[in-house]
């Protein structure tokens, strides 16, 4: 009975291992967000950006990062 044991701590690292990347993902992507989101309100306010301005914001995030994804100009406004 003991090697059962032994293998069932191994799958419990394992997923546990996995909680904390899935964590450590949205902390980043949540900082990431929040740093869009200040950078866009401080243009706004500093520079007059308007919609279409995000809206090319949005063109240039998705040619020079085509993968990229929820960076619609519509999501960038809610970062905001």
Known sequence: MQP???????????RQARIDVYKAANIHLINLNWNIGEYITNRT????????????????????????????DKNLWRMR
Request: glycine share 8%; aromatic share 8%; charged share 20%.
């Open 45 to 72: 306010k500093s520079e007059g950006w308007e919609k279409s301005t995000v809206l090319e914001l949005a063109l240039f995030i998705q040619t020079q990062e085509p993968g990229a994804q929820g960076f619609s």
């Open 4 to 14: 059962t044991l032994q293998i069932s701590e191994i799958i419990t690292l394992i």
